[in-house]
């Protein structure tokens, strides 16, 4: 189990454990994290992995609206933990290109240790500025984080849960090839020429990584998830997820019976759903790839097809 470290006198040591949502974008993972993050014992944190690139990006903001620097949240983050040297770091461990050293255990002393100590006292200023035991990762596994729900384990020595968010294929090359991704949106990153294609691809390899890497994990730290589940049986399936990373989900289905709404907290990247303050559950979910013209779908159901029948689709 690993330790959260507290200086001396703020009392005994905790147990914090990171509930890691790996997957492809667009599955659903913003939502889910906003909902585990209204739990008196869970801090969502949303894309982490991603913060250090933000701190010093001042077009982007933390989910409260403010930048990083004045929002409550993170402000009082040690100073240096974020330079860019240490985003670097992150990045070297965890990308997919260091998957081999990672898997071979082949990731240096030094960096290894450079690495632990980025990591934990990230989580510990976390958990300590929110009395949370548990912080919501939802930095996924495309692009530079391919490794870090691995690395966190392996190299941090971190108690992670990993909660594999699927989603219906057809629905998130849609949700890709129609609305754009969510950087080209905000103007921060260029559309691409094939959007169809390349979320088919980015979906499917995103996926299959996962599903290998899943198999370093222990058994019992890994739970694949369908986002259409979250939606039509929120709370079944929160009571999954709270029997899988051990936490009471009382208070997430006193909410979700009141119709409450969720809360947004102080979430790193995702989409625009974050802006929006409080968020509602719909349960109405449109019939997958409607949305695409012919060959589009016919492209997804030759290169993912196989993989959209594997998680139940
Ligand atoms: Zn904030």
């Known amino acids: 189990m690993a330790r959260v470290a507290r200086k001396a006198g703020e009392g005994v040591d905790r147990v914090g454990k990171i509930l890691y949502i790996a997957g492809y974008g667009r599955s659903g993972s913003t939502l889910l994290s906003i909902m585990l993050g209204n739990h008196p014992g869970i801090v969502d944190v949303g894309e982490v992995a991603f913060l250090a690139g933000e701190w010093v990006d001042t077009r982007r903001t933390c989910a409260c609206g403010q930048p990083y620097r004045s929002c409550p949240f993170w402000k009082d983050l040690p100073p240096g933990l974020l330079e860019p040297e240490q985003a670097a770091l992150l990045r070297r461990v965890e990308r997919a290109r260091s998957l081999p050293r ?7 002393p030094e960096q290894g240790r ?3 100590a980025v990591v934990s006292e990230l989580c510990d200023y976390v958990l300590r500025r929110s009395s949370a035991s548990i912080l919501v990762d939802a930095s996924k596994s495309a692009r530079n984080a391919t490794g870090r729900f691995l690395a966190l384990a392996r190299v941090a020595g971190q108690d992670v849960y990993v909660l594999h968010l699927v989603r219906n294929g057809l629905a998130v090359v849609e949700s890709r090839a129609v609305t754009g991704s969510n ?5 921060i990153e260029h559309k691409t020429r094939f959007p ?25 730290r890994y739970l694949r998830l369908r986002y259409e589940d979250l939606v039509a049986e929120p709370a079944t399936t929160l009571r999954r997820i709270a029997g899988f990373a051990g936490f009471d989900p009382a208070p997430l289905l006193r909410r979700l019976e009141q119709g409450e709404g969720f809360r947004v907290g102080h979430e790193v990247g995702g989409n625009r759903l974050r802006h929006s303050g409080v968020v509602h559950l719909h349960r109405e979910l449109p019939q997958a790839g409607a949305r695409l013209n012919r060959a589009q779908r016919l492209l997804f159901t030759l290169l993912g097809g196989w993989l959209n029948r594997l998680f139940g689709y």
């Open 102 to 108: 990672l898997l071979s255990n082949r990731i240096s």
């Open 114 to 116: 450079a690495y632990r």
């Open 183 to 187: 950087l080209a949106l905000q103007g």
């Open 196 to 220: 169809a294609l390349q979320a088919t691809l980015g979906w499917v390899s995103t996926n299959l990584l996962v599903l290998l890497l899943a198999r370093f994990v222990p058994t019992e």
